[in-house]
Antibody, heavy 119, light 113 residues
């Protein structure tokens, strides 16, 4: 069974940093693109970033470019999101997702971790 | 960037009756490889999203056959043939043809009347 478990969320002040982690199990992690998708409280879904199987290709939504960095450690079956210079508008539940190549959609999702940016 | 517009934003439905949600794209979603990467996701209250439909009309593993997708180019529809109580939630269309970014519609809330 595919399992994705996010951690690392919490309360941070504007301008601060946070690192999210996602522990993957139940599938061969190194074979899949991975994604971060976020959802602000009471709002819709927003794709944040994708990373290729070997970590050599990464894509970001414009609003987080130069502030967020997606990375992965295939030996540890883990996905990360380093978030710097956080803004109030980054407040959201952040979901880790396994990308379904061929389907071209996030096919498996974690339960999410809440990031709150507030003074 | 692509804009996906869903209608209606809220849909009160009687149990056992059909429901449909429309998703209109600001540009054609036909990819250069010939596929159309338009998906539908369901988010039940308090849950992460899950995939219902991919590439317009293909049901994902485990999705009941009362869910169906159709459309082409810029206009797409998700239909539920007979709404059940467990179908309550928010439904999103998503396109992956013109990435980055991948774009979601604003969501349609399905509720029981």
């Amino acid at each position: 069974e595919v399992q994705l478990v996010e951690s690392g969320g919490g309360l941070v002040q504007p301008g601060g940093s946070l690192r999210l982690s996602c522990a993957a199990s139940g599938f061969t992690f190194s074979n899949y693109w991975m994604s971060w998708v976020r959802q602000a409280p009471g709002k819709g879904l927003e794709w944040v970033a994708n990373i290729k199987q070997d970590g050599n290709r990464k894509y970001y939504v414009d609003s987080v470019k130069d502030r967020f960095t997606i990375s992965r450690d295939n030996a540890k079956n883990s996905l990360y999101l380093q978030m710097n210079t956080l803004r109030v508008e980054d407040t959201a539940v952040y979901y880790c997702a396994r990308w379904g190549s061929g389907y071209e959609v996030p096919q498996n999702w974690g339960q999410g971790t809440l990031v709150t940016v507030s003074s | 960037d692509i804009v996906l517009t869903q209608t209606p934003l809220s849909s009160p439905v009687i149990l056992g009756q059909p429901a449909s949600i429309s998703c209109r794209s600001s540009q054609s979603l036909v990819h250069s490889d010939g596929n159309t990467y338009l998906s539908w996701l369901q988010q039940r209250p308090g849950q992460p999203p899950r995939v219902l439909i991919y590439k317009i009309s293909n049901r994902f593993s485990g999705v009941p056959d009362r869910f169906s997708g159709s459309g082409a180019g810029t206009d797409f529809t998700l239909r539920i043939s007979r709404v059940e109580a467990e179908d309550v939630g928010v439904y999103y269309c998503m396109e992956a043809t013109h990435f980055p970014p991948y774009t979601f519609g604003q969501g349609t809330k399905l509720e029981i009347k």
